[in-house]
Structures are given as structure tokens and as C-alpha cells.
């Protein structure tokens, strides 16, 4: 038996028997050393995977760095559009705003034509008044020709004549000065019985045809939808109104209606409705209305607007 003297025989003899060295390891060692590559494969274990949550987590930031960007483009996007936006409503605010001259402007036309209607019809009154006298010294004349029977018939028939002619054209002038002073009353009239919307005079005998107005007339004349005598009759309309949804009322006057007022107003709405192709009233705006001219008026479909003589 080898003995053990100092440390050379100590490794001689663990040479010559392997099986010595894991005890020996064993008591030098300790159990915290020898569970060191254990708990190190545990740690390097650990590590990784760390190292793999670590790697989804950048992959994470990644895809959301992408989707930030993305976002971003996006938001450029839209910041754009609504630049564009806004520069489409600064030129959609200037044209309202030259819309708005131009309708100031028309309202001034408006004005000067009123003006130049009022001294139209000052000039009528003072030819009525003419007339008037006129009549005074016909009357005259006529109670001095009753004293020559012969002359007498011959001039009674030439006067009652004049008379007609002259009672005609009273009431003509007595006619257009209730037209004139009604135009506001029926636009308001016809505004409320059709609710229309934004209702304007298109056309009168004392105002000039809107734009819109020529635009379908002109329409008609190069397609041959109305005849020449069918725009004649049209022109001959006392009122013509219009609305932004391309809706008509046409609008005949008279202090006291006959069937003829009816036809006209009927024949006429027809004529606007197919140049226009679209819907047309016709309508009466009256002092007076006989009830047989009512009830034709109701079955030809015509709306009555009684509106006093002031």
C-alpha cells in the first residue's frame, strides 16, 4: 500500500485510481461549486431567453415604429386635403361674395327701374286726367249737337266710337296700375301657396327677363320645343315667377276675371312647363272673381289670389 507522505504521492496515487477523484472533488469542492454548471446552464437557459423576449419586444417597437410612421403619413395626408379644403372654401367665399355685389347690383337696377315705372304711370295719370277732360268736352260737344238731329246721329255714332277707344284705354291704364302695385303681394302669395324657395319675378311687364328666363326661351327657340306663336303668348304673361328648385307660376291680372283670363293663365303655365321642362302653375291675381269664373278656375287647376284694389 502506497503511502502518503506529501502531496506528489497524493496525485501519484489519484492518478492511479480515477475513481478517488469524484470523492475527493467532492469534499474539496463543495456542493456550491459543484452546482455552479448546473445553475450556469440555468442562467445561460434564463439568458436566451430573455434574449428572446427581448428580440419580440424590438421586433414590437419595430412594427409599431412602422405603424407610427404610417399614422404620421396619414395625418399628412389629411392635413393636406384639409389645406386643399380650405383653400377650395376661400374661393367658394369669394365667389358668394361676387354673387352677392351682383345681386346687389341687380337689387339697384330694381330700384331704377321702380323709379322710372312710377314715372311712367305719373305720366299715365296725367294723360288719364287729359282723357278726363277730354271726355268733359266730348260731353259738351254732344249736348250741343243734340239741337241738330240730322248731324246729330252721325256724330253720336263717331263719338260713342271715341268713347269706346277711350274707355278702353282708361281701363288699360286703371289695369297695369293694379298690376304694378301688386307684384310684391303676389310673389308673397305664390311663395306661400307653392312653397317655393327663394321665389324671384322672372318676368312682368315692368321688370326686364331674368338671366335664367332668357337661358329657357333661347333653349326652346334652338330646339323647337314652343312655336313662335307659343313664345309670343308667353311673352304676353303679366307676372312669370321662379324658384331655385326650377318651379314656375304664371300669373295673370285682372280686376275682374272672365273665362278668358282662365284659358290665358292655363295656356300659358302650359307653355312655360315645356320650355322649362319642368312644373308651372298657372294663377290668377284678382279684385273679383265671378263664382262661375271660381269653379272654372278650380277645374282647369288654376290658383286664385284675391288681392283688393287699394
Known amino acids: 500500500m502506497t503511502t502518503i507522505n506529501d502531496i506528489g504521492d497524493l496525485v501519484k ?59 404620421f403619413r396619414r395625418m399628412s395626408e389629411s392635413i393636406q386635403a384639409l389645406t386643399d379644403h380650405a383653400r377650395q372654401t376661400d374661393e367658394n367665399f369669394r365667389r358668394m361674395s361676387e354673387s352677392i355685389q351682383a345681386l346687389t347690383d341687380h337689387a339697384r337696377q330694381t330700384d331704377e327701374n321702380f323709379r322710372q315705372v312710377n314715372e311712367n304711370l305719373q305720366a299715365l295719370n296725367d294723360h288719364a286726367r287729359q282723357t278726363d277732360e277730354n271726355f268733359r268736352q266730348v260731353n259738351e260737344n254732344l249736348q250741343a249737337l243734340n239741337d241738330h238731329a240730322r248731324r246729330t246721329d252721325e256724330h253720336a255714332r263717331r263719338s260713342d266710337g271715341r268713347l269706346n277707344r277711350l274707355e278702353g284705354r282708361v281701363g288699360n291704364l286703371e289695369g297695369k296700375g293694379y298690376e304694378q302695385s301688386i307684384i310684391n303681394r303676389v310673389l308673397f302669395r305664390a311663395e306661400r301657396r ?71 293663365a292655363a295656356r300659358r303655365a302650359n307653355i312655360m312647363a315645356a320650355i322649362s321642362g319642368a312644373e308651372s302653375m298657372p294663377a290668377l291675381a284678382t279684385d273679383n272673381i265671378p263664382e262661375p269664373q271660381q269653379t272654372l278656375a278650380e277645374s282647369r287647376g288654376v290658383a286664385v289670389f284675391i288681392i283688393p284694389n287699394r
Do not use: C, Y
Open 13 to 71: 496515487i489519484l492518478q492511479e485510481r480515477p475513481e478517488w477523484r469524484a470523492t475527493i472533488s467532492n469534499l474539496l469542492l463543495g456542493d456550491d461549486l459543484l452546482n455552479l454548471p448546473r445553475q450556469l446552464a440555468l442562467f445561460i437557459e434564463a439568458t436566451n431567453e430573455n434574449f428572446r423576449q427581448m428580440t419580440e419586444s424590438i421586433q414590437a417597437l419595430t412594427d409599431h415604429a412602422r405603424q407610427t410612421d404610417e399614422n
Open 194 to 264: 307653392f312653397s317655393l324657395d327663394n321665389p324671384v319675378i322672372a318676368m312682368s311687364q315692368f321688370l326686364q327677363k331674368t338671366p335664367e328666363l332668357n337661358r329657357l326661351i333661347a333653349r326652346a327657340i334652338q330646339s323647337g320645343t314652343a312655336t313662335d306663336e307659343e313664345l309670343d303668348d308667353l311673352h304676353e304673361s303679366d307676372i312669370i315667377i321662379s324658384d331655385d328648385q326650377n318651379r314656375h307660376i304664371v300669373v295673370e291680372v285682372s280686376l275682374t276675371v272672365d273665362n278668358s283670363d282662365i284659358e290665358r
